[in-house]
């Protein structure tokens, strides 16, 4: 078997077309322009590259893009001043911390610092206990993204196995608690899990989010299950030449594609739609702060 190839490109372009609708719609009927800040501390190459893409989709779809960045050494005290005024700012629906912080910055208390109903990450504990007991709340943007794809690929999720790879706080323990809202028989494995080819074997639905290059062998893989690869992995390909490099996800593509009944490719899956889910959450925090409903298929 050949597994169908999950296109991320072209699934998060469709996103950002029907939040750029409803961005019309809003200023049209509304007078509302969404707004969406970035707030970056220092000049990590790859946190610029991510907060350049992000502004320029944000501005394509219609929102304002706010940009705060500020110096590597900016005190505790200057940042929580900043997430401050942007609390404050009625034209600002959305604020987005860029990680990681300088060391000398206490991430919790930064993120917890933003007010849950502009987290638009999903990351304030606010959020995290509001998606953990089943309440609307803002969602992280790659475990939207990953839902959004596989509820568009089974219709609904509804008593499906799934495994989830990896217990990070971003991606792997929301995704099972999206996983579990949609009616999934949810396992989380990880590093230290007891035979985790068997767990994995017996899944519907695999999502790999541990951040090791090429873990999960086809081998691992029910025919015809679902993976979705969340890894982002640079790695050497001499294959390509000397000093060559390429990107891999967390599962070995060419043996999962043979067995998958369908598959995230890396690149152009799981990583386009983190961007268009995080515009997706701008929107709905814009329509709930003004009393309006949250746009139907763009939230968990
Ligand atoms: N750094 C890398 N990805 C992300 C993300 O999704 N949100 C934030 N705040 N920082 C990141």
């Known amino acids: 078997m050949s597994a169908q190839i999950i296109d991320g490109k072209e699934f998060a372009a469709n996103v950002r077309s029907q939040v750029a609708e409803h961005v019309v ?3 049209a009927d509304h007078g509302i322009t969404p707004g969406l800040a970035v707030v970056l501390v220092g000049e990590d190459p790859a946190s610029q590259v991510y907060v350049r893409s992000k ?3 944000t501005v394509e779809v219609g929102m304002n893009s ?3 960045k500020l110096d590597i050494d900016t005190s505790e005290t200057d940042l929580l001043a900043v997430v401050d005024q942007l609390n404050n700012d009625p034209a600002i629906h959305g604020i987005l911390v860029q990680l990681p912080l300088p060391k000398h910055l206490n991430e919790d208390l930064v993120i917890n610092s933003i007010a849950p109903a502009k987290d638009v990450d999903g990351f304030h504990i606010s959020n995290v206990g509001l998606l953990g007991t089943g309440q609307s709340s803002m969602v992280p943007c790659t475990p939207l993204g990953c839902l959004m794809m596989l509820r568009d690929h089974f219709g609904s999720l509804s008593g499906l196995d799934a495994v989830v790879v ?4 971003i991606v792997g323990k929301p995704m099972a608690l999206l996983l579990l809202g949609d009616s999934c028989t ?4 990880h590093s230290r899990t007891k ?3 068997d767990v994995v074997r017996r899944a519907d639905i695999v999502v790999a989010a541990v951040g090791r290059p090429e873990m999960v062998p086809g081998d691992w893989i029910k025919p015809g299950a679902v993976v979705v690869d969340v890894g982002i992995n640079r790695i050497a390909a001499p294959e390509r030449g000397e000093g060559k490099m390429k990107l891999v996800g967390d599962v070995d593509y060419a043996s999962c594609a043979q067995v998958a009944g369908a598959i995230t490719p890396v690149p152009g899956g799981v990583g386009p739609m983190t961007i268009a889910c995080l ?4 929107l709905t925090a814009t329509c709930r702060a003004n009393g309006l409903p949250a746009p ?3 939230t968990a």
């Open 25 to 27: 719609r809003l200023k």
């Open 55 to 57: 502004g320029k989709l």
């Open 66 to 68: 706010i940009e705060h």
């Open 166 to 169: 990896g217990r990070s706080n």
């Open 186 to 189: 949810v396992t989380i494995a």
């Open 195 to 197: 035979d985790l080819p």
């Open 279 to 282: 515009l997706a959450n701008t």
């Open 296 to 298: 139907e298929g763009l």
